[in-house]
């Protein structure tokens, strides 16, 4: 006995309106059954369809219908992914084949509402990732700006020659140092490299320190010297000798 495919096709439509009341909508009936089912994930809301992923799913019976395989479409996508359709259609497609031969409606309803949900989910996970992630870029800069910069030896030497010219402090040294340029007196009572100075060249030369002679002479008279500080800077050896 064959079987009657047209009055299995009219059960399952039956069935289907009863199950998606309000929900279900009748395109055809001739030459075949069309209709359409509504899916969508739990947080889509038509007022603010930016939130969630929804669609309609369209299916046309054949001729042999379940044990031929429905005609499916997908309409009206809401917030579909690029690819979306053809991977939701991919998808189902694999349920038809596992469901030949019977009743396979709501098999396939049920099975497109949760890839919705998964691809949603996903979504969610997706955007999560890129708040925390934001959230994470803000507090680095929130903490670089506590932090400050890192000092090295150079940047800070930039700094320091920087702020002295900024401040004048540069040209007010270099104008001390002008001011301060001392005598060659006072280099001499200053600097302690000076007193072993012509000692230093003559060994370098070669000399033997033994054999230079030294004119105690010309020290006689350096205990009756005044060397106290208020001497005049301009004093020059055996100026009096000129003036008698």
């Known amino acids: 006995m064959s079987r009657n495919y047209r009055e299995d096709q009219t059960n399952e439509v039956e069935a289907l309106d009863s199950i998606y009341c309000g929900e279900m909508e009748i395109l055809a009936t001739e030459p075949h059954h069309k209709f359409q089912i509504p899916i969508a994930t739990e947080d889509y809301n038509a007022d603010e369809p930016e939130n969630g992923l929804s669609c309609k799913l369209v299916f046309t019976y054949t001729a042999t219908y379940p044990d031929g395989a429905p005609v499916v479409e997908v309409d009206e996508p809401e917030n579909f992914e690029d690819g979306f359709e053809k991977l939701l259609l991919e998808h189902l497609q694999k349920t038809i084949e596992e469901n030949l ?144």
Not at 189 to 211: P, Q, R, V, W, Y
Not at 216 to 243: H, R, S, T, Y
Request: aromatic share 8%; proline share 1%.
């Open 101 to 244: 031969g019977m009743e396979m409606i709501f098999s396939l309803v049920s099975s497109a509402q949760e890839w919705l949900n998964e691809r949603w989910d996903e979504h969610k996970f997706h955007q999560d990732e890129l708040r925390e992630q934001k959230l994470r870029e803000v507090e680095e800069e929130e903490r670089k700006k506590f932090e400050g910069t890192r000092v090295t030896v150079e940047s800070f030497l930039t700094w320091k020659l920087d702020f002295e010219e900024t401040t004048g402090i540069a040209a007010k040294r270099e104008k001390n140092n002008v001011s301060k340029k001392q005598t060659g007196r006072e280099l001499f009572m200053c600097d302690n490299t000076l007193n072993d100075s012509d000692i230093k060249f003559l060994l370098e030369a070669g000399e033997n320190i033994e054999n230079v002679k030294i004119d105690e002479a010309l020290f006689q008279d350096l205990g009756e010297l005044d060397l106290d500080d208020d001497d005049d800077e301009d004093w020059v050896p055996g100026a009096e000798d000129d003036d008698d």
